[in-house]
């Protein structure tokens, strides 16, 4: 694939790199007033929802032009395309596809606009790699559902106004991929009690959802009843070739490189140790294979064909790198890497945090061992584990 862009892909790149020009100057302070310039402008240009269609808000912009958006967003360190990541990342592209007009009415303008945040009531304590094994328990009484059971690693659920929920509805089915339904919750519904996890830093982005006899209208159902399993396929489908957090991982690299530069440990800069070296050098080296696989799943994309598994070795690259980073961030620092604040903390104890912070990544999506399965049997052709 030739990835020289055409004129009218040049010139969309040079209109995003305008407008960063114009809409976020150097040393622009992210204040809330910036924000709300910021989200007023985008949303003008159509940018949230940028790959929507367009009679439902979005911009119905092309692949190649969505890489070049995300791309220039990222180069340039700009604020998100959207303030509610999950409605965007999924939950609006299922309400798109299998949802009632009312439902792309009521909930597809909020999304874009970023009014609440949205989570994802999926995993559970015995169904996390396994999600078709689900448990939650759903039975309908008339014009409600009624939802019993637990859902454990939900992220942001303390502050989302909205989950997009799967149920079991029927029990007696001949695949666990059937009997799923997927609803459409609102998080203030007598009977839901949220119960923050903290993580090993110290905070809370994940949580356990306890349903006790937790009503639901069954017009909030997405989709046909025990189609749920489908509508998840779906939406988690719909994760592009992530490109654009390539540059992310090469600023964090950056990062350490600068740290290593600036730490002298027995009378020398860390960024002279072969060691170091060796594992920076390393780590971009996997920063690299991780944009050139995306490039790889793009050129599927562009080319109409079906999408294989290529984002399993991005994420599990990406799992690696988060953990690897933190760890080598720490050994640089020596003897004051576990301080978490203080003056002799350095950045105020970032990169102790950082070090402890990659479950929110690692695990999310997939863990690790979930990734090399999926590598292993879908592109590999390896017996099923």
Same mark, same amino acid.
């Given at each position: 694939m030739d990835f020289q862009l055409s004129e009218e #892909? #040049? =010139?969309f790149r040079q209109e995003v790199a305008s407008f960063l020009d114009e809409h976020l100057p150097e040393g622009q302070g992210r204040t809330p007033e910036f924000q709300a310039k910021w989200t007023e402008a985008i949303r003008e240009k159509r940018w949230v929802g940028f790959s929507w269609p367009e009679d439902v808000g979005g911009g119905g912009g092309g692949i190649m032009e969505q890489v070049i958006l995300k791309d220039e967003m990222a180069k340039r360190k700009a604020p998100a395309l959207g303030s509610c990541f999950m409605g965007l990342a999924w939950v609006g592209p299922s309400i798109i596809q299998y949802g009632t007009e009312e439902q792309k009415q009521k909930y597809i303008p !909020?999304?874009? !606009? &970023? /009014?609440y945040q949205w989570c994802t009531g999926y995993s559970e304590?015995? +169904? &996390? *790699? !396994?999600? =078709?094994s689900l448990k939650c328990k759903c039975e309908r009484e008339g014009d409600e559902y009624v939802v019993n &059971?637990? /859902?454990i690693w939900t992220s942001i659920a303390m502050w989302s106004k909205m989950m997009i929920?799967?149920?079991r509805t029927e029990t007696e089915v001949k695949s666990k991929h059937d009997g799923i339904t997927c609803l459409l919750v609102e998080m203030d519904t007598p009977g839901i009690e949220v119960r923050p996890i903290k993580n090993m830093s110290g905070g809370a982005m994940f949580a356990e959802v306890f349903f006790d006899d937790v009503r639901v209208p069954v017009e909030n159902r997405l989709g046909d009843e025990g189609q749920g399993w489908q509508v998840t396929i779906s939406a988690l489908a719909s994760e592009r070739s992530s490109i654009a957090e390539v540059h992310g991982l090469i600023r964090k690299i950056e990062e350490v490189k600068d740290l290593a530069r600036n730490t002298i440990r027995g009378g020398r800069a860390m960024s002279d140790d072969p060691g170091i070296r060796r594992r920076i050098a390393q780590a971009e080296t996997k920063v690299e294979a991780m944009r050139l696989n995306g490039m790889r799943f793009l050129t599927k994309q562009l080319k109409g064909e079906p999408l294989g598994s290529e984002t399993s070795i991005n994420k599990l690259h990406r799992a690696d790198l988060e953990i690897g980073l933190g760890e080598l961030a720490l050994e640089i620092l020596g003897s *004051? +890497?576990?301080l978490m604040g203080g003056e002799e903390a350095e950045k105020g104890g970032a990169w102790a945090k950082f070090s402890l912070n990659w479950p929110e990544v690692v695990i999310g999506g997939g863990t690790p061992n979930i990734q090399r399965n999926i590598i292993a049997e879908r592109i590999l052709g390896l017996p099923k584990d």
């Open positions: #892909e #040049e =010139a !909020d999304i874009l !606009d &970023g /009014k304590p015995d +169904s &996390g *790699s !396994d999600l =078709a &059971g637990q /859902k929920l799967l149920v *004051s +890497s576990t």
